[in-house]
């Protein structure tokens, strides 16, 4: 998978981890960990559907949106 973000530049990097909220690729510039307190509540955390746990990461666009709400 490709870095959506980078992709939206025109770069064509390689993705390392997927957005938890979103689900698109990102690289590691475009990645942001988070607490995982952040998580608890009702928030509908689409890692259940998977089958590995993944890492819990945000891409800078959601992160963005959670620091802004
Ligand atoms: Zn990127
Ligand atoms: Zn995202």
């Known amino acids: 998978m490709k870095c ?3 992709a ?8 390392v ?4 909220v979103c689900g698109m690729g ?3 510039e475009h990645l ?7 998580w608890r509540g009702d928030y509908p955390f689409p890692a ?3 089958k590995k746990p ?5 891409c800078v666009i959601c ?7």
Do not use: F, S
């Not at 939206?8 to 390689?14: A, F, L, S």
């Not at 942001?32 to 952040?38: A, C, N």
């Not at 993944?54 to 945000?58: A, G, N, S, W």
């Open 54 to 58: 993944v890492p819990r990461i945000l």
């Open 32 to 38: 942001v960990r988070k607490d995982v307190e952040l």
């Open 26 to 28: 990102v690289c590691m």
């Open 63 to 69: 992160n963005e949106a959670y620091e802004e709400g």
């Open 17 to 20: 981890a997927i957005c938890i």
């Open 4 to 6: 959506y973000i980078c």
């Open 8 to 15: 939206e530049q025109g770069r064509d990097t390689e993705a």
């Open 48 to 50: 259940r559907k998977l």
